[in-house]
């Protein structure tokens, strides 16, 4: 268990439609990530979050967004959502500094109908 | 840009036997290099990191890796396999700016462990 967790474990939606993803990293951890994985793009970066303000930015559709709360938790929005959407999304969180390790959590598997 | 790049999809290897996934890696300036291992329906999980100093690098499981810089390689090794370390590995380098720990993965190499 890497203590990052992730809800919900699945989620079935229709196209056009609008989902939340939710992450609580560990403990003291600042730094929160999000990637997608799929078959055929692999695991991409999304996006990072640090202490609240938004850090690096990666081919992240306009359709998604994120933001991480003063609690640290963070939330990725998806929004009209597309088949190509559907998609293993992990959040990871690390502490601040220099090569510090990404711990990841059991992913949201998301199937867009 | 920098880039990650995992040759084979797929590693089979008797189990008993010494095992390599290769990783080879581009990069600007110092390189930042992790391995992951991800089992059927679960998260990503560490298993080593090189960042800097000696360039054999211990990990979770029994699994190693060595960094070489002339080779620009990372390649993860075990002595030993085991049915257990079938998996999906994947190797990842972090990110050009340095306010930033964003991780580029490689494709993912399957190792499969056969009895």
């Known amino acids: 268990d890497s203590g990052v967790t992730q809800t919900p474990k699945h989620l079935i939606t229709a196209t056009g439609q609008r989902v939340t993803l939710r992450c609580s990293p560990r403990?003291?951890?600042?730094?929160v990530y999000w990637y997608q994985q799929s078959l055929d793009q692999g695991l991409q970066f999304l996006i990072q979050y640090y202490n609240g303000e938004e850090r690096a930015k990666g081919n992240i559709l306009e359709r998604f967004s994120a933001q991480q709360f003063p609690d640290l938790h963070s939330e990725l929005n998806l929004s009209s959502l597309e088949l190509g959407d559907s998609a293993l999304y992990f959040c990871?969180?690390?502490?601040?500094?220099?090569?510090?390790?990404?711990?990841f959590g059991p992913g949201t598997r998301l199937l867009v109908l | 840009a920098q880039s990650v790049a995992q040759p084979e999809d797929q590693v089979n290897v008797a189990e008993g036997n010494p095992l390599t996934v290769k990783c080879t890696y581009s990069?600007?300036?110092?390189?930042?290099l992790f391995w992951y291992v991800q089992y059927p329906n679960r998260g990503l999980q560490f298993l080593l990191k090189y960042i800097t100093g000696d360039n054999l690098v211990k990990g979770s499981y029994g699994f190693e890796a060595e960094f070489n810089k002339s080779q620009t390689s990372f390649h993860l090794k075990k002595p030993s396999a085991l049915v257990s370390d079938s998996a999906l590995y994947f190797c990842a380098v972090r990110g050009p700016s340095s306010n930033t720990g964003k991780l580029i993965f490689g494709q993912g190499t399957t190792l499969q462990v056969k009895p």
């Open positions: 990069v600007s300036g110092n390189p930042y």
């Open positions: 403990s003291g951890d600042l730094s």
């Open positions: 990871a969180s690390s502490a601040q500094g220099v090569g510090e390790t990404q711990y």
